[in-house]
């Protein structure tokens, strides 16, 4: 069975950064999946925020974080990262990292099989 654990959220004030990381268990064969963090604020939908493809060559972010966060991955560990600097109080939400089922990153949840359960990061004004 696949699992994906996120650590590393926490409470932070604007500007400040946090570094997310989603280690995959062995059921997973890491090195031929894409991966990606996701986010869902309260009373919001679900949204993409980076996404990483298997062989960490290529990545992709959305407009509201390009230039502040940045997604990496270590196949050797099973272990993606998020590393949010420039933190604003619009960052605030859950954050998820996703297994997708390709090789290449991709913008859509339908995409992914597989969830971890979420890590907060709360950012103050």
């Known amino acids: 069975q696949v699992q994906l654990v996120e650590s590393g959220g926490g409470l932070v004030q604007a500007g400040g950064s946090l570094r997310l990381s989603c280690a995959a268990s062995?059921?997973?064969?890491?090195?031929?999946?894409?991966m990606g963090w996701f986010r869902q604020a309260p009373g919001k939908e679900r949204e993409f925020v980076a996404t990483?493809?298997?062989?960490?060559?290529?990545?992709d972010y959305a407009d509201s974080v390009k230039g502040r966060f940045t997604i990496s991955r270590d196949n050797a560990k099973n272990t993606v990262f998020l590393q949010m600097n420039s933190l604003k109080s619009e960052d605030t939400a859950v954050y998820y990292c996703?297994?997708?089922?390709?090789?290449?990153?991709?913008?859509?949840?339908?995409?992914?099989?597989?969830w971890g359960q979420g890590t907060q990061v709360t950012v103050e004004p």
């Open positions: 062995s059921g997973l064969i890491f090195s031929t999946h894409a």
């Open positions: 996703g297994s997708a089922r390709q090789a290449l990153g991709s913008r859509s949840d339908a995409d992914y099989d597989y």
């Open positions: 990483i493809s298997a062989t960490g060559r290529s990545n």
